[in-house]
Nanobody, 118 residues
Framework: QVQVVESGGGLMQAGGSLRLSCAASGRTFSRFSMGWYRQAPGKERVFVATIYWSGGSTYYADSVKGRFTIFRDNAKNTVYLQMNSLKSEDTAIYYC???????????WGQGTQVTVSS
């Protein structure tokens, strides 16, 4: 069983910054990625950013490039999402994703709310 736990959401004014954290535990994978998706009210869940644990390659949605940074702490099996220059359209529930690249199975956290006031 894999546990995925997010933290760090909250309320921030536009232009401000927040950092999200996500810790994974319970299993080890030979190849995996960790990343973030978000779901705004009335919309589908969409990709935000991901990092491949082996090698550290990162990928971002166009909407957050240059503002958000994903990085990891290998020893803690933790991934972070540093969100700068926040906009009202960043308001959403942010979900952490762990993907077993061998099976393409996804594991999700419970989500953390980010609200950006304009």
């Amino acid at each position: 069983q894999v546990q995925v736990v997010e933290s760090g959401g909250g309320l921030m004014q536009a232009g401000g910054s927040l950092r999200l954290s996500c810790a994974a535990s319970g299993r080890t994978f030979s190849r995996f990625s960790m990343g973030w998706y978000r779901q705004a009210p009335g919309k589908e869940r969409v990709f935000v950013a991901t990092i491949y644990w082996s090698g550290g390659s990162t990928y971002y949605a166009d909407s957050v490039k240059g503002r958000f940074t994903i990085f990891r702490d290998n020893a803690k099996n933790t991934v972070y999402l540093q969100m700068n220059s926040l906009k009202s359209e960043d308001t959403a529930i942010y979900y952490c994703n762990v993907r077993d690249l061998g099976t393409s199975r996804d594991y999700w956290g419970q989500g953390t709310q980010v609200t950006v006031s304009s």
